[in-house]
């Protein structure tokens, strides 16, 4: 269905979008707001009331820039989020040549690259006083070997830059070892490689432990949308992206985001997550995402306009108080949920299927924010079930040509 855009708002790019794009485009198109999605592939643009550019990533994005030339030519105001790292990075580097009238949070000499570094994120976190794991990066097996003998085991072993990771390795970034020939295994190709690792403490305690302050600051200091999500489950288990979650007010962990973006002089969107101490409670900070969270839609779904909020706070428009927080507000994310949910429930005793289906399945009920698996716009998941299932059908046919 097709609206008729309103000049209330100004011309939303939305720019890698992922899935928090995905609710902000329903949000904005809703409120008659021009929305236009630039992907890689055609997911989020199949939502209704969006216009679509399919034009994946080259080396130094210089086809993103042309893009964002003509849209801003066809715009009096125009605003660019995104919901990648990547992007995030490129829009940093690439602030100084965006047309006049595009309003990113992402300057040259913003805050942003600083965060997405973990090794930074974490001195800086240090600086703020707040309580960060013992952690160690390391670029070749040298300093590895020299590290791995005063490393505090059991660790977590992941990438510095966690975007470059995923384009050649794969969505699991981060891995639980209980040793370092446990983590010299994990670690040994990408360092080979040239992509420098990090060491980190683990802190106990499970998915439900982790939390996430989701905010927008302004430069004045002030914070126009704060909500937090309690995560319930996450993907991959232990170290992954929000499967399950819920709203909640997180006083502790929202504090500790303040201090950290604080420190930093941070501007922007940002998810901040901390990790509770399963047996002393502590919390502590784990890394910053300094771009649309993949949670974004629960700050809609849980009575905060997080979405209009955002959009009006980078065009500099008075927003007024926050909407209080409705708290337990479900989130869920079933595309990465059911790379958990199926294999749990495939390897449980035949007996016990049915009861393990039932607890794992129970939060979906009453949720607010489905992510891609909205009914209310199935676009985007025929899209992603379109796509599925070509890769699918191509890796029979090679199956298959190859036994010829």
């Known amino acids: 269905m097709s609206r008729a855009h309103t000049d209330a708002w100004p011309?939303?790019?939305?720019?890698?979008?992922?899935?928090?794009?995905?609710?902000?485009?329903?949000r904005m198109t809703k409120l008659g707001a021009r929305v236009t999605v630039v992907e890689s592939h055609a997911i989020v643009a199949r939502s209704r009331g969006v216009e679509g550019i399919v034009d994946p990533y080259k080396p130094a994005g210089e086809q993103w820039l042309e893009v964002l030339d003509r849209l801003a030519a066809s715009s009096t105001e125009c605003v660019v989020l995104t919901g990648t790292d990547r992007a995030c990075e490129w829009l940093v580097q690439k602030a100084d040549q965006l047309p006049s009238n595009v309003r990113t949070f992402e300057h040259s000499d913003s805050a942003h690259l600083m965060l997405m570094s973990k090794e930074r994120a974490d001195a800086l976190a240090r600086s703020a006083g707040v309580r960060v794991p013992w952690t160690a990066c390391v670029s070749n097996r040298e300093e590895f070997a020299a590290v791995a003998e005063n490393t505090p085991w059991p660790c977590v072993v992941k990438p510095v830059f966690s975007h470059e990771w995923r384009d050649r390795y794969g969505e699991k970034r981060a891995f639980f070892v209980e040793d370092a020939q446990a983590a010299e295994l994990v670690a040994a190709k990408p360092l080979d490689d040239g992509v420098p690792m990090l060491l980190s403490q683990y802190i106990?305690?499970?998915?439900?432990?982790?939390?996430?302050?989701?905010?927008?600051?302004?430069?004045?200091?002030?914070?126009?949308?704060?909500?937090?999500?309690?995560?319930?489950?996450?993907?991959?288990?232990?170290?992954?992206?929000?499967?399950?979650?819920?709203?909640?007010?997180?006083?502790?962990?929202?504090?500790?985001?303040?201090?950290?973006?604080?420190?930093?002089?941070?501007?922007?969107?940002?998810?901040?997550?901390?990790?509770?101490?399963?047996?002393?409670?502590?919390?502590?900070?784990?890394?910053?995402?300094?771009?649309?969270?993949?949670?974004?839609?629960?700050?809609?779904?849980?009575g905060v306009q997080a979405s209009r909020r955002v959009v009006a706070s980078l065009c500099g428009r008075p927003v007024g108080p926050q909407p209080p927080l409705r708290a337990g507000v479900r989130f869920v994310q079933p595309d990465l949920d059911w790379h958990g949910v199926l294999p749990a429930v495939r390897d449980a005793p035949v007996r016990s299927r049915g009861g393990l289906a039932w607890r794992l399945l129970r939060p979906y009920l009453g949720a607010r924010e489905l992510g891609m698996f909205d009914p209310r716009d199935p676009g985007p998941l025929l899209a992603l079930f379109g796509q599925f299932a070509g890769r699918r059908v191509a890796r029979v046919r090679a199956r298959l040509h190859s036994g010829r």
């Open 11 to 26: 011309h939303i790019v939305l720019l890698d979008p992922y899935n928090a794009g995905l609710a902000l485009a329903r």
């Open 204 to 302: 106990p305690g499970g998915d439900e432990d982790v939390e996430e302050a989701i905010l927008v600051r302004l430069a004045d200091g002030s914070y126009p949308v704060q909500f937090g999500c309690r995560k319930l489950r996450q993907y991959p288990q232990g170290f992954g992206e929000t499967a399950v979650g819920e709203s909640s007010a997180l006083p502790e962990t929202m504090a500790l985001a303040q201090r950290v973006l604080d420190q930093a002089g941070f501007v922007g969107v940002a998810g901040v997550e901390t990790k509770r101490h399963s047996e002393t409670g502590e919390r502590w900070f784990l890394e910053a995402n300094v771009r649309l969270p993949g949670q974004w839609g629960l700050g809609d779904a849980c």
